[in-house]
Each structure stands twice: as C-alpha cells, then as structure tokens.
C-alpha cells in the first residue's frame, strides 16, 4: 500500500514537472507521469519481494542445527 502511494505521488510529481516545462500540456504531464508511477510501482514490488525472500531464508536461532 505504502509503494502504491509512493509510485502515484512520484507519477505525480514528474507529470507537474512536464507540465511545467512544456508550457501547460496535458499529453506531456501523462508521458511523463504514468511511466515513471509504473516503473517506481515495479522497482517497489520487487524490493519487497525480495526481502521477503530473504526473510524467509534467514534462521531464525544461529544455534538451530545443535
């Protein structure tokens, strides 16, 4: 939930930045901001992932094979 939040509020963020610099264009806003939400949305989603992975691998006691 917290990625999601993340990746619109970076779509966002980058999407007023076009607009900004093309002169108040809506297609330069979308260009810009929905690729930038996807791919941090993604870039997110595979860090979870992987520290799940990780987590889940760890032990849990270092003496657990005694």
């Known amino acids: ?4 939040v993340t990746a619109v509020l970076a ?3 980058a999407g007023l930045l ?3 610099a ?3 264009s809506l297609v330069a806003a979308l260009v ?3 690729p930038v ?8 989603m595979r860090y979870q992932l992987s520290a799940w992975e ?9 003496n657990e094979d005694e």
């Open 11 to 13: 779509g966002s963020a």
């Open 54 to 62: 990780q987590v889940s691998t760890a032990r849990l006691f270092p």
């Open 32 to 34: 810009a901001g929905v």
């Open 18 to 20: 076009a607009t900004v």
């Open 1 to 4: 939930m917290v990625g999601v």
């Open 22 to 24: 093309s002169g108040r």
């Open 37 to 44: 939400a996807i791919v941090v949305l993604v870039w997110l």
